[in-house]
């Protein structure tokens, strides 16, 4: 063989590798030219259209054209900007309906526990004495929470002033009425209930049935407490109604069996006139 012809065919096997390898550098791989073309023919994400959303600021309604998702996007376009304390609904970070709401306050919101007052409930009964009461049920308080602040309120004036304002109330104890049993309020009888009993009161209290004398009688009939209270009366005489101090009067009245002398020694007189 010729050395020479065996020289000549060695760079050949070394300019096909070099090519193989200009190839792939070059982006000779089939592989990835589909993945790049379908990135680069993605389309653009568009912006969402314009809509209405009513913003409520203390009951006064505004309506704002708005592409805004979130509530504080929508605000922010519409140049609403919020205070350190107010309420806006729903969350400025959460998206954002048809209607959004704000409530300027001027402090921050506060609890407050408030007790509400029971009832009483009076239910006539026979069963109890005359002109008296008896507590069947006690009664019992409830309880809310009350959450109120500051807001900003104009004057007649016109100047801005702070009031309070109730935010919100819950209640934990509903108030429980207090039921009371209440006796029979007879106008007299007998033959007691005859007697010229006005003309007794205004002798001997000018008709006053808050009548006290500071001898220790009370009135219109200037019972004493002992004698009061041996007809069944409770409290001071000239606490209890006209009727109940008539009504007791005339029980006296038949307690001495009329000997009305020793009760009403000046006036007793006039029950006969």
């Known amino acids: ?30 592989s990835a030219g589909p993945q790049n073309k379908a990135a680069a023919d993605a389309p653009a994400t568009s912006p969402p259209p314009p809509r209405k959303v009513v913003v409520v600021v203390d009951g006064k309604k505004t309506e704002t054209m708005t592409t805004g998702t979130t509530v504080q ?50 239910k006539k009964s026979s069963s109890v004495a005359p002109f008296s009461e008896k507590v069947l049920r006690e009664g019992r308080s409830g309880i809310k929470i009350v959450k ?28 429980r009425a207090e039921i009371v049993a209440v006796g029979p309020k007879p106008s007299g009888g007998g033959a007691a209930a005859g007697l010229n009993w006005a003309g007794l009161a205004e002798c001997e209290s ?28 409770s409290g001071r005489p000239s606490d209890a109604s006209s009727g109940e101090q008539t009504y007791r009067a005339q029980l006296l009245y038949k307690k001495v069996d009329g000997r009305w002398q020793g009760q009403w020694p000046n006036c007793g007189k006039f029950l006969f006139s």
């Open 1 to 30: 063989m010729n050395p020479l012809r065996r020289a000549s065919l060695a760079p050949a096997v070394p300019v096909l590798v070099v090519a193989a390898l200009l190839a792939t550098g070059c982006g000779g791989d089939e």
């Open 73 to 122: 996007q929508v605000l922010d376009q519409a140049g609403i900007k919020l205070g350190r304390y107010d309420l806006v609904e729903p969350a400025a970070a959460q998206p954002a309906g048809q209607t959004v709401k704000i409530v300027r306050l001027l402090s921050k919101p506060k609890l407050k526990v408030v007790k509400t007052p029971a009832k009483t409930v009076r």
């Open 148 to 175: 109120w602040a500051y807001v900003p309120r104009k004057g007649k004036n016109g100047k801005t002033k702070k009031v309070r304002k109730i935010l919100d109330q819950k209640v934990k104890r509903k108030p």
């Open 206 to 233: 000018g008709g006053n049935p808050k009548a006290v004398n500071p001898a220790g009688y009370y009135g219109l009939y200037q019972f004493s407490m002992q004698t009061w209270q041996s007809v069944g009366g």
